[in-house]
């Protein structure tokens, strides 16, 4: 049994169908990298995992339990946590505590303030600021932050380099490495290939709604 297992899923929004039968498992501590063009439904087939869209068929399950009619607090209570596309963070909150939001999942791990803190120094320096002050990339370190410190086995990133400088592409790299390093699973929608190739063991390419194939991600 894979940690995560999405079977046969046909899901999309109102009465629209996105996803067509579309099966992904992902094993613990395994990294999967999603690509394909825009409109390909990789962010639907994310927020499917977090119950954010209207599923017709098929089913998901984290550590054998069903969770496709359940929100994203109760995957990240499973181990599933995420990085939406589009940052969210609620900008009268210092840093600090938007980066604690996850501790109410209660799951204990490697993940603390000072491990994120480690991770994204910047954060560490800005985190009495509202969430408000920050740049681009530094919601997008706080984004990431936040989900790993739900201490997750799966952490699940929509387009983590949206919108960032080729340097803090680097960056984000090299944290998402020490992320893997230290025996947590990626699923990662990614635009830059570079990024796949590096933190992922392998990667799948959807269109129209599909998974059309994939491979290992030193090949790519
Ligand atoms: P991108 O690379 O641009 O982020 P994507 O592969 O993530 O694209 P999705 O956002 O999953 O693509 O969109 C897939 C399809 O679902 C598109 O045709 C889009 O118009 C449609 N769609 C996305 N969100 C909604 C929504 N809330 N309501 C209705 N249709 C939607
Ligand atoms: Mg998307």
Known sequence: MSF????????GYGKATILRNLSLSVDRGESVGIVGRNGAGKSTLLL???????????????????ID????YRAAHLGVSFSPQGRMILPNLTVQENLCMSLAT??????????????????????????????????QMLAIGRALMANPEVLVLDEPTEGLAPVLVDVLTEALLKVRAS??????????????????????????????????SAAM
């Open 183 to 216: 025996g947590t699973g990626i699923l990662v929608v990614e635009q830059h290939h570079a990024l796949i190739r590096a933190v992922t063991d392998r990667f799948v390419v959807m269109a129209k709604g599909e998974i059309r194939g994939g491979g290992t």
């Open 106 to 139: 209660g799951r204990k791990g490697d993940w603390t303030l000072e491990g994120v803190f480690d991770l994204f120094p910047v954060l560490r320096e800005r985190a009495r600021q509202p969430g408000m002050a920050l740049s681009g990339g530094q919601l």
């Open 4 to 11: 995560l297992e999405i079977s046969d899923l046909t899901s």
């Open 69 to 72: 009619r359940l929100p994203a």
């Open 48 to 66: 499917s995992i977090f119950g954010q869209t209207r599923v017709f068929g098929g089913e998901i399950r984290v550590a054998g339990t069903r």
